[in-house]
C-alpha cells in the first residue's frame, strides 16, 4: 500500500524488504527514520534501533509511533499476563515493550515524547509517540 501511495512523490522514498536488525544501507546515510506499530513485532528491537541510528546522519531523527508498556502497574500486570497468547495470535506483537527505555538503551536522545491510552483496551492501546535524535 506505501508503495502505490508513494509514486510520484516530490522526493525520494526507498522501500527495504529486508529485516530491520540489518539495514542494507551506509553508516549515515538516512536524514530520517519513521517506524510506526513495528518495534512491538521486531525480534531483536534494540539491535534493529541500533541500526537505525547506524543509517542516520548525526543530525539525523527517528520519528516513531508504538504501542508498548503502560504506566499503570493494573494495566501493565494484564498486558504481562496477555503477553504470551497476544504474541502468538497477534503476529510476533508483544504488548510490554517500554519503547522509550528501548530508544534510549539504542543510543538515542529523545528529543520530544507524548504517551497516552488509545481508544481500544487498555492492556493494547498505551501509545509512544515522539522524536529522537543520535546521542
Not at 509511533?65 to 506483537?93: F, K, M, S, T
Amino acid at each position: 500500500m506505501a508503495r502505490r501511495r508513494t509514486k510520484g512523490t516530490r522526493f525520494t522514498i526507498e522501500f527495504l524488504d529486508r529485516s530491520a536488525e540489518e539495514i542494507p544501507l551506509e553508516r549515515g546515510s538516512v536524514d530520517t527514520v519513521v517506524t510506526t506499530w513495528t518495534l512491538c513485532t521486531i525480534p531483536d528491537a534494540i539491535r534493529a534501533l541500533e541500526e537505525m541510528k547506524r543509517v542516520l546522519k548525526p543530525a539525523g531523527t527517528l520519528l516513531f509511533v508504538e504501542h508498548g508498556l503502560a504506566p499503570d502497574p493494573g494495566v501493565r500486570a494484564w498486558q504481562h499476563r496477555l503477553n504470551p497468547l497476544w504474541n502468538r495470535i497477534g503476529g510476533g506483537c508483544n504488548l510490554n515493550r517500554k519503547i522509550d527505555d528501548l530508544i534510549a538503551k539504542s543510543g538515542f536522545r529523545l528529543a520530544d515524547l507524548e504517551t497516552e491510552y488509545a481508544k481500544g483496551p487498555k492492556p493494547m492501546s498505551f501509545i509512544y509517540c515522539g522524536r529522537a535524535r543520535p546521542a
